[in-house]
């Protein structure tokens, strides 16, 4: 997978994001000048159960999410099957769990809120809600490496799972714009953090793409000093440090 596709995550959050904020914004000037329902501030219980319902929705779609799709690409150049495996298995924890805790998030918006659906959070916060267990399901019928239809069910779940997760941060930040329209309150300190957080997610994600490359830019394969013996592997057949290392780290595993 090249880097161009590995940036089509980010050129998405960066291209929806201000385009959303900006209409929840002026969304916010309609209601004010026509007097609506959007002038009215909730209660004190209302603002507690919208403070967990943001909270349940931060920590699944805005960190469990990201960093489960962090841990599977560090799958990618594990070498030592039983640490693939923890991987894998800690990557379809966290998505279980940040699927639950979406789930505990849309019933409690659907008992204790208006949805009109007259605003950009409450529509997409609805089609998140049908589609968020689409990866998950997808997940359980995993084909095995070289057969037919794996390719597919990747490109599926790698597409569906990086979707869902831009659109729960981009509803985020419209969530936090809400909120502050419902109670007044608010919401730099934490759109900051949230901002902070999602760029080191972020930094780290592109990091990740080149890590593997950075390591082989120090690499001196075997063979290529005229003082290296000639017994062990022939010039057709250099072995770099890390190639061995990895036969190590398979063995050893």
Known sequence: M?????????TILLVLLPSLVSSEEQASQVENCTGGDGNEKLSPQLTFEA???GFLLWASMGFLMPVGILIIRMSKTEECRRRLKILVYVHAML??????????????SIKNFENAFNNHHQRLGLALYGIIWLPALLGFFRPQRGTNGRS????THWMLGT???????????TGLEAYHRKTGKSIRVWTILFTTQISFIASFYLFQEKWEYIQKQG?????????????GPTNNQH?????KKKELAMETC
């Open 2 to 10: 090249d880097i161009s596709q590995k940036l089509v995550p980010i």
């Open 51 to 53: 403070t967990v319902h």
């Open 95 to 108: 998505q279980i769990v940040s699927v639950l805790l979406v789930t505990a998030g849309a019933i409690m």
């Open 152 to 155: 597919l069910w990747f490109f």
């Open 163 to 173: 979707a869902i997760s831009l659109l729960g941060i981009i509803n985020i930040y």
């Open 219 to 231: 690499e001196i394969l075997l063979g290529d000093s005229s003082n290296e013996p000639t017994t």
């Open 239 to 243: 072995i770099s440090p890390k190639d």
